[in-house]
């Protein structure tokens, strides 16, 4: 049953937030395999594990992380190591909606899991999505679950509703691509910015270039999100994808068409990162 509501939002707004968009069993599944993995980092004082290309999948805050106040802050691809983030790539409620917003062919893009635990000082400057994926239409999605109760105290995702449809700001400063928008847009955007939070299960759905970011936790409580990106099926790549995974253009809803769509825009290319994760590109702003 299409939801014109939600539909209308997405368009206007560039992002909606609904509940239950995970089952129990699903935000479970993924909570047990995530709290090994914290443990796991407890072990360690540098990023571990490899994906596809050979980077580490668990990347750690470099600053705060300790064996006692573990800073794991992002794992890369779980889907490939993990049944239970699979299942959620596959299917979920958010992925229902995603089909209202671009069609019946949905294809996944990446997926990843942002931690802030506590004491770990982990913020996301602002950034768009779009400049790190440009494909050939603009149809992208990331749908970011909450895996805790995320509440304006534990370092919520905060949108700057309708950026969407407004330009795409640049993420290379001095020739150096930092993944986040210059000081003077995001002092100029952040007054405008909303917080979205809510119960875990719930997520965001948002636009890839919907203009957001998020400050540190500074609550006793964890903030996890397990963030997977959908495109529509016809929006074909223009760059190597930074997360790499076997997953990558996985159909989840509808069917291989094998065509492409392409909108008329002009943006700057990415690097591709030679860091463990984007926490290390947008690292770079703090030298600048
Ligand atoms: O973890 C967050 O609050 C935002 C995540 C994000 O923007 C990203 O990983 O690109």
Not at 47 to 74: N, Q, S, W, Y
Not at 245 to 263: N, P, Y
Request: charged residues 25%; negative net charge; aromatic residues 8%.
């Amino acid at each position: 049953m299409p939801n014109k509501k939600l539909v209308d939002q997405f368009q206007n707004d560039g992002f909606v937030v609904i509940e239950n968009a995970l089952s129990e069993s699903q935000l479970s599944s993924v909570k047990k395999d995530l709290g090994v993995w914290v443990e796991e980092s407890k072990k360690h004082a540098q990023p571990f594990g490899e994906i596809m290309d050979g980077r580490p999948r668990f990347d750690i805050e470099p600053v705060t992380h300790t064996a006692e106040k573990p800073a794991l802050r992002r794992i890369t691809s779980p889907a490939e190591i993990s049944e239970g983030c699979l299942n959620v790539v596959k299917d979920n409620r958010a992925l229902d909606i995603v089909t209202q917003f671009f069609g019946p062919n949905i294809k996944h893009w990446g997926n990843k899991i942002n931690l802030k635990l506590p004491s770990s000082g982990t913020e996301v400057r602002f950034h768009q999505d779009f400049p790190f994926e440009p494909h050939s239409n603009e149809d992208i999605v990331t749908v970011l679950f909450f895996l805790d109760d995320v509440t304006l105290e534990n370092g919520p995702l905060e949108v700057v509703p309708g950026t969407h449809k407004g330009p795409l700001y640049s993420l290379w400063h001095n020739d150096v691509f930092t993944g986040a928008v210059s000081e003077e847009v995001e002092l100029e955007n952040k007054s405008k910015a909303v917080s979205c939070y809510g119960k875990a299960g719930s997520a965001c759905l948002m636009h890839s270039k919907l203009l957001h970011g998020s400050a540190a936790n500074n609550s006793s409580v964890a903030r996890c999100l397990y963030i997977v990106s959908y495109s529509a099926e016809d929006a074909v790549s223009l760059v190597p994808n930074p997360l790499p995974s076997k997953l990558d253009g996985m159909i989840v809803r509808g069917k291989q068409t094998g065509k492409v769509r392409c909108t008329n825009y002009s943006v700057e290319l990415p690097e591709y990162p030679k860091e463990v994760s984007f926490f290390g590109q947008q690292d770079k702003t703090k030298n600048m």
